[in-house]
C-alpha cells in the first residue's frame, strides 16, 4: 500500500503564515453544487479543514486526508455522479481565525468546515458561522459548553463526547485502581471548565472523596499543585492546557519521593508529550481513540507505521467520511442543504422507525455500500460506524455523538501505549460505567420520619426575592427570579408582601432582541407589571439583613414586617463561590459570606422574625453558605441549595447567546406549576432527582420540620 512520507520539515516549507491555506485537490476549477452534470464529469466541492497542522504529528493531519481522497475515489468507481473534495487546509496557530471564520461564512462554494482541534478555538469559528448556519463538524473538541451554546442551531456537529463522559470515564479508571480520596488539576478556561463543573458531582456519585478542585492559571500552576498534592488525595485528576503545562506538572512531581498518582486528560496525550523524554515514562491518561473494533488502527498502522491514537485521527477520517456522505446525498438531489444531508446521514431509524441496518462505513467497502444508498431518495440507508465507533448523535439536538471509546493509555519506552479501552455505553467490547448525561442520582439525604413540631397557626406569607448579578451575560438570574416572582403572585402573594430585588436591566437592554420583554426559557414575557423593590447596584447584603429584620428606613422603605406567626421565602438566583453569595460586582468579601449569614441567622432566631423560613438558593457551591444555619443550630430555617459546597450549579437552555435558566430554577419552578401540594421530601427528591449536574442540598432540615408530613403548600397554594 502507498505510504505518505512527508517530513515535518517538508510541511513546514509548504505551511504559509499568512490567511492563504495549502490547497489539496487534484484541479483548479470548481463546480458549485448547482453546476449541471454529466456523466463524464466530475464535481470539485470545497471543504476548509483547520487544524494545527505546524505542531509536531501535523503529518498525521495529512496523511488522514491523504487516505480518504484514496477511498472516496475507489469508492466511487463506476458510480455516474462522481465528486471529489478540494480541501482548503488552515493552520489553527498560525491564522486569526475570527477573521477566517467570516470568510469561510462568506463563500458559498465552502460546503462545510472541519475543525479546528481544540475547544477555545471552535468556540471562535462556530460562534461566526451559527448565524449562516454553514455545517462545522469539530472532530476533537470536547467543552460540554460548546454543546451548551450551539445546540438547537442545526449546523454544529460534535465527533466526540463532550467531557463530562471522559471525567466520569477518569474516575471510573481511579476507581478501578483502588483510589478512595481524588482531587482535580484543572487549566482555567474553556476546556478546563467542564472537569471544573463535573468533578465533585460525579465523584461524589461513585463513591468517592473529592478533596478539591484546584483550578490555575499559567502564573500559578506550580502554587495550586502544591494545594493539590497537600489534600489528602490520593489521586490528581489533571486536566492540562498544554504539553508545557504536562511538563511542568512532571517537573513538580518527580522531584516526590512520594506522591498521589496522576491522570492526565486528552490534552496530554500527543506527539509533543513524547519529546519530553524520560521525564514523561510512566505517564498515564485518558483520551477518545478508535473503535478498536473498527481496524482503523490496525490499517493505520499497516499503512504508515507508529501509532494512530494519540492525534485522534479516527475522529478527524469520521469528520471527513461525513462530509462525504452528506455531499453524495446534495450532489444526487436527495437533500437540499449539507445540515439537512448531515442528519439523513447520522439517523438511526427508518422512515417506519425500524432500525436501519449497521455498516460498516470509514473503508472502502464500506464507504461504497454507504454512497450507493444516499444517490437514491429511496435508496438504502445505515447506522453507521465509522472509524471513531458508532457515529450516533443525540436525537433531541443532534449535535454531539452519544457514544466515545477512550483509550486509557500510558508512556512506555518512549511510546504511548493503550492499555485498554473504555466507553460510556455497557457495551460487551469495553469496560462500563454509566452515562454522564443521563444518570439520575441514588444517592439522596435521609429524613427523620418520626420528628414532631408544634408550630403556631400560619398568619401570614412573605417572600425576598434577589437576582445577584447585573449583566446581560447573566441574564438567567434576573429570568428566574422574575419567574418565580411571576408564580408567587399566582399563587395569592401580593407585591407588598413580595420584596423584588434586581438590577432591572434587561427588558430595554441594547442587546435585548425583544424589546421590554424578559423571556422565560419557553418564550414566556416574564416583565408584566413587574413591581421592582431595589436596584442590587443600590444595596448591600447588610442592606438585605436589615430588610429581613424589618428595619425600615427613608433609603428601605420596603421591608420584611414578619412576625414570628409568619413564614418567610428567601430565593436567591446568582453566582457564588465557596464561602460566599456574590453581589453584583462587588468584591467576595462584600457578598453575603458564611459570616454574614451566620449574623443574619442569630439575629433572625434571637428577635423572631419568622414562624418557618425556606431559603431556595441556587448559586455555585451554595451550600458552603447555608451551612451556617446548620452550624447554629437554628430552628424552623432550612435551606435548598442547588449544589454541595464543592460544586458549581448548572445553567442550561441557551437563546440568543445567554442563558435563559438555571436546572435546578427550572425543576423548581416546574414542580410549583405542576404538582399539587407535596410533602417537603417529595419536594426535595424531585429536585435532586431532576437536577443533574449537581447535588441538591437540604441544610438544616432536622430542625425545620418532618419532611414526610409538612407540605410545600404552606408557602405555595397549589390552586
Known amino acids: 500500500m502507498k505510504r505518505y512520507s512527508l517530513t515535518p520539515l517538508t510541511l513546514l516549507i509548504l505551511l504559509t503564515i499568512c490567511s492563504t491555506p495549502l490547497w489539496m485537490g487534484c484541479s483548479d476549477d ?9 456523466e463524464a464529469r466530475d464535481t ?3 471543504v476548509a479543514l483547520i487544524q494545527p497542522i505546524s505542531r509536531v504529528g501535523g503529518t498525521h493531519v495529512m496523511q488522514i486526508t491523504d487516505w480518504i481522497q484514496e477511498n472516496i475515489k475507489r469508492a466511487q468507481e463506476g458510480m455516474s455522479r462522481r465528486f471529489r473534495l478540494k480541501l482548503e487546509l488552515y493552520d489553527e496557530d498560525r491564522i486569526d481565525l475570527d477573521s477566517l471564520a467570516l470568510e469561510l461564512r462568506r463563500r458559498k ?4 468546515v472541519i475543525g479546528p482541534r481544540y475547544s477555545a478555538h471552535v468556540d471562535v469559528v462556530a460562534n461566526r458561522l451559527k448565524g449562516a448556519r454553514k455545517t462545522l463538524i469539530a472532530p476533537s473538541a470536547t467543552s460540554a459548553d460548546l454543546i451548551r451554546s450551539y445546540a438547537g442551531y442545526d449546523f454544529f456537529w460534535a465527533l466526540v463526547e463532550s467531557d463530562i463522559t471522559q471525567c466520569e470515564v477518569v474516575l471510573d479508571r481511579l476507581l478501578a485502581n483502588g483510589h478512595k480520596r481524588v482531587a482535580l488539576l484543572a487549566a482555567s478556561g474553556l476546556y478546563g471548565q ?16 473529592p478533596k478539591g478542585i484546584f483550578e490555575y492559571q499559567d502564573n500559578n500552576l506550580e502554587t495550586q499543585l502544591t494545594a493539590a498534592l497537600a489534600s489528602g488525595s490520593d489521586a490528581i485528576i489533571c486536566a492540562p492546557g498544554s504539553t508545557a503545562d504536562v511538563k511542568r506538572v512532571l517537573e513538580v512531581t518527580s522531584q516526590l519521593d512520594e506522591a498521589p498518582e496522576l491522570i492526565f486528560t486528552d490534552v496530554a496525550c500527543n506527539p509533543e508529550l513524547l519529546t519530553l523524554g524520560e521525564l514523561t515514562e510512566r505517564t498515564i491518561g485518558v483520551t477518545p481513540c478508535a473503535d478498536p473494533e473498527s481496524g482503523f488502527e490496525i490499517a493505520h498502522r499497516v499503512r504508515y507505521g507508529g501509532d494512530t491514537t494519540y492525534n485522534k485521527e479516527a475522529q478527524l477520517y469520521d469528520a471527513l467520511l461525513l462530509v462525504v456522505a452528506a455531499l453524495t446525498a446534495v450532489d444526487n438531489g436527495v437533500c437540499t442543504t449539507m445540515n439537512e444531508a448531515m442528519k439523513e446521514v447520522v439517523a438511526t431509524t427508518q422512515e417506519n422507525g425500524s432500525p436501519r441496518p449497521s455498516l460498516m462505513a470509514w473503508n472502502e467497502t464500506g464507504m461504497r455500500t ?4 444516499l444517490c437514491d431518495k429511496e435508496g438504502p440507508r445505515y447506522d453507521i460506524r465509522g472509524a471513531s465507533g458508532k457515529l450516533d448523535f443525540d436525537t433531541e439536538q443532534q449535535t454531539n455523538v452519544i457514544c466515545s471509546i477512550y483509550g486509557y493509555w500510558m508512556i512506555y519506552n518512549g511510546r504511548i ?6 466507553s460510556a455505553d455497557g457495551s460487551r467490547r469495553t469496560e462500563s460505567t454509566l452515562a454522564a448525561w443521563n444518570w439520575l442520582p441514588t444517592i439522596s439525604q ?9 408550630y403556631p397557626t400560619l398568619g401570614e406569607r412573605w417572600a425576598l426575592l434577589v437576582a445577584g448579578s447585573d449583566s446581560w451575560e447573566n441574564y438567567r438570574h434576573q429570568a428566574d427570579v422574575l419567574d418565580l416572582y411571576q408564580l408567587l403572585r399566582e399563587r395569592g402573594y401580593t407585591d407588598d408582601h413580595i420584596i423584588l430585588i434586581q438590577e432591572d436591566n434587561l427588558a430595554q437592554h441594547p442587546q435585548n432582541p425583544y424589546p421590554g420583554e424578559v423571556r422565560r426559557w419557553d418564550d414566556v414575557n416574564l416583565h408584566v407589571n413587574v413591581h421592582t423593590d431595589y436596584h442590587l447596584s443600590d444595596l448591600t447584603p447588610d442592606d438585605l439583613t436589615a430588610i429581613l429584620l424589618g428595619q425600615s428606613s427613608d433609603r428601605l422603605p420596603a421591608v420584611i414586617r414578619s412576625t414570628d406567626a409568619d413564614n418567610v421565602l428567601v430565593f436567591w438566583c446568582g453566582h457564588g463561590v465557596e464561602g460566599c453569595y456574590l453581589w453584583g460586582e462587588r468584591p467576595q468579601d462584600e457578598g453575603m459570606t458564611t459570616q454574614r449569614m451566620r449574623e443574619l441567622m442569630t439575629r433572625l432566631k434571637a428577635e423572631g422574625h419568622f414562624r418557618k423560613m425556606l431559603w431556595l438558593v441556587e448559586t455555585c457551591y451554595s451550600a458552603s453558605v447555608a451551612q451556617a444555619a446548620e452550624e447554629l443550630e437554628v430552628h424552623g430555617v432550612m435551606f435548598l441549595t442547588s449544589a454541595s459546597p464543592l460544586e458549581p450549579s448548572k445553567a442550561e437552555i441557551k437563546v440568543d447567546g445567554v442563558y435563559r435558566t438555571n436546572r435546578f430554577t427550572r425543576i423548581l419552578t416546574g414542580q410549583i406549576r405542576e404538582a399539587k401540594a407535596m410533602t417537603y421530601r417529595d419536594f426535595y427528591y424531585n429536585l435532586f432527582r431532576y437536577t443533574i449536574g449537581s ?3 437540604a441544610i438544616n432540615s432536622s430542625l425545620f420540620d418532618n419532611l414526610y408530613k409538612a407540605k410545600t403548600d404552606e408557602y405555595f397554594d397549589h390552586r
Open 30 to 38: 470548481h463546480n458549485g453544487p448547482d453546476t449541471p452534470l454529466t
Open 44 to 46: 470539485l466541492y470545497t
Open 109 to 112: 462554494e465552502v460546503m462545510a
Open 194 to 209: 467542564t472537569f471544573i463543573d463535573w468533578f465533585a458531582f460525579q465523584a461524589s456519585e461513585m463513591q468517592l472523596d
Open 370 to 373: 454507504l454512497l450507493e444508498g
Open 417 to 422: 501505549v493503550m492499555l485498554s479501552h473504555l
Open 446 to 454: 435521609d429524613f427523620d420520619a418520626e420528628a414532631s413540631f408544634d
Open 695 to 697: 447535588h441538591v442540598q
